[in-house]
T-cell receptor, first 117, second 112 residues
Framework: GAGVSQSPSNKVTEKGKDVELRCDPISGHTALYWYRQSLGQGLEFLIYFQGNSAPDKSGLPSDRFSAERTGGSVSTLTIQRTQQEDSAVYLC???????????????FGDGTRLSIL | KQEVTQIPAALSVPEGENLVLNCSFTDSAIYNLQWFRQDPGKGLTSLLLIQSSQREQTSGRLNASLDKSSGRSTLYIAASQPGDSATYLCAVTQGGSEKLVFGKGTKLTVNP
C-alpha cells in the first residue's frame, strides 16, 4: 500500500478485556515503531522493531502490553486485561531502515483510537 | 532524560502572516530533529528532518533551523494559509536510540 495502515481505526471495549491492534507498514520498510498518544502525556514511544526483533521495548508501560512482528511486515500490539488508563490513540510508524542512524523519516499511520469503558 | 518543550501551546494568526514555532530540547546529543504536522483524527506527516550536522532545512514555505549546542529549533512558516491550521510537533532522535521523543505540540489556527 501507499502508506502505513492501522486497524481497527476505532475500538471500544470493556475494562478487563484483551485487545489486539494491527499495523501494516509501508512495503519494504524494515523498521517499525509503536507510539501512544494521550491527552495528558502527549506522544510516547512504546516499542521498536528491526525486522522481527525488538531491540527496544523500553516504552511498554506494563507486562500487560506486548507486541510481535512476523515476516518482517505486519505487527500486532496486544493489551491484556485493559484498564481505563489504556484509553489513547495508538500510532504505528515505519521507516526504510534504522531511522536514526540513517536519518530517515518515520512515516505514521492514522492510528487506532482505543476507548476503555 | 531527554525532554522536548514547544512554545507556544497554541497560536492564532490572520492569513498571510509569517510565523515562528519554537522547540527546545534538554540533551544536545541528538541524531536529528523532525517537525511533524498532525491534522485532527489523523496521524503525523513528516515536514522536515534536520540532521545533527545541519543548520537548516527548507521545503516550500517552511524553513526549519537547528542550533544543537543551545538545544533549540524553530519552524518558520511564510505567508500562512488557512490550510496550514494543524498541530505542529517537534521530535528528536537521541544518540544511541531509535525512538523519537516528542514535544506536546503547538496548535496553529490561521484565520481567513
Amino acid at each position: 500500500g501507499a502508506g502505513v495502515s492501522q486497524s481497527p481505526s476505532n475500538k471500544v471495549t470493556e475494562k478487563g478485556k484483551d485487545v489486539e491492534l494491527r499495523c501494516d507498514p509501508i512495503s519494504g520498510h524494515t523498521a517499525l515503531y509503536w507510539y501512544r498518544q494521550s491527552l495528558g502525556q502527549g506522544l510516547e514511544f512504546l516499542i521498536y522493531f528491526q525486522g522481527n526483533s525488538a531491540p527496544d521495548k523500553s516504552g511498554l508501560p506494563s507486562d500487560r502490553f506486548s507486541a510481535e512482528r512476523t515476516g518482517g511486515s505486519v505487527s500486532t500490539l496486544t493489551i491484556q486485561r485493559t484498564q481505563q488508563e489504556d484509553s489513547a490513540v495508538y500510532l504505528c510508524a515505519s521507516s526504510l531502515v534504522w531511522a536514526a542512524y540513517s536519518n530517515q523519516p518515520q512515516h505514521f499511520g492514522d492510528g487506532t483510537r482505543l476507548s476503555i469503558l | 532524560k531527554q525532554e522536548v518543550t514547544q512554545i507556544p501551546a497554541a497560536l492564532s494568526v490572520p492569513e498571510g502572516e509569517n510565523l515562528v514555532l519554537n522547540c527546545s530540547f534538554t540533551d544536545s546529543a541528538i541524531y536529528n530533529l523532525q517537525w511533524f504536522r498532525q491534522d485532527p483524527g489523523k496521524g503525523l506527516t513528516s515536514l522536515l528532518l534536520i540532521q545533527s550536522s545541519q543548520r537548516e532545512q527548507t521545503s516550500g514555505r517552511l524553513n526549519a533551523s537547528l542550533d544543537k549546542s543551545s538545544g533549540r529549533s524553530t519552524l518558520y512558516i511564510a505567508a500562512s494559509q488557512p490550510g496550514d491550521s494543524a498541530t505542529y510537533l517537534c521530535a528528536v532522535t537521541q544518540g544511541g536510540s531509535e525512538k523519537l521523543v516528542f514535544g506536546k505540540g503547538t496548535k496553529l489556527t490561521v484565520n481567513p
